[in-house]
């Protein structure tokens, strides 16, 4: 199994919902990393995880809230979103910190 | 400020010919490289990657050169195919920030029959 998954392809909330995006490998890989994309833009990193624990996070929000709870899982709690942050979540991992990325499909995420 | 950068954000390219997408970089610390190709609709895809202390690598179809002297960057791809059309993102690791990548703006190839 060469790739990461990622659940759900789409998603609409409001600005009250609570959410999880979901994201998954099975290549033994212990870091892994969420990524925003806006349209027409590069990915921008938002965590980062190594060996399940927290090592980076870029300043981000706390309406976003990681959680790796084993080495082949991470998920991505959304809570009180803006409409600014719609945008294509990405997942990543690598063997570890450092090595080729690995890229989810992403979960394209609209909040109104 | 420090950026990874692309010199043409669009790239034509006939279908059959061999395609150059451009990377500039402005840290001379930087001593990791990838190339990603984004399809519409998916997520970004590893193409190949280089390190500093190499200038050139090959993979199938694909050339990373790398010119440290000026910091520049570059992906050829052979005899490009439609399947190639979509968009090129070079990234760079810094030794100072591990597991940082920063991506440049991205260079959008569209190849033409």
């Known amino acids: 199994d060469t790739e990461v998954t990622q659940t759900p392809k789409h998603l609409v909330m409001g600005m009250t919902n609570k959410k999880s995006l979901k994201c998954e490998q099975h290549?033994?890989?212990?870091?892994m990393y969420w990524y925003k994309q806006k349209a027409k833009k590069p990915p921008e990193l938002m965590f980062v995880?190594?060996?399940?624990?927290?090592?980076i996070n870029e300043s981000v929000p706390s309406r976003f809230s990681p959680e790796c709870p084993n080495s082949s899982l991470l998920n991505l709690h959304l809570h009180a979103l803006q409409p600014e942050d719609s945008a294509l979540y990405l997942c990543?991992?690598?063997?570890?910190?450092?090595?080729?990325?690995?890229f989810g499909p992403g979960t394209r995420l609209t909040v109104t | 400020g420090e950026s990874v950068g692309l010199h043409l954000p669009t790239l034509s390219v006939q279908e059959g010919d061999n395609s150059i997408i451009n990377c500039a970089y402005s840290?001379?610390?930087?001593?990791?490289f990838i190339w990603y190709k984004q399809e519409s609709g998916k997520g970004p895809q590893f193409i190949i990657d280089?390190?500093?202390?190499?200038d050139k690598r090959q993979g199938q179809r694909v050339t990373v050169l790398l010119n440290k002297t000026v910091k520049h960057l570059s992906l050829q791809i052979a005899a490009t195919q439609p399947g190639d059309s979509a968009v090129y993102f070079c990234?760079?690791?810094?030794?100072?920030?591990?597991?940082?990548?920063?991506f440049g703006a991205g260079t959008q190839v569209v190849v033409t029959p």
């Open positions: 990543a991992s690598s063997q570890v910190v450092g090595d080729e990325q690995y």
């Open positions: 290549m033994g890989h212990r870091a």
């Open positions: 995880y190594s060996y399940e624990k927290l090592s």
């Open positions: 840290n001379s610390a930087s001593d990791y």
């Open positions: 280089i390190r500093s202390n190499m």
């Open positions: 990234a760079e690791n810094k030794p100072d920030s591990w597991g940082k990548l920063q």
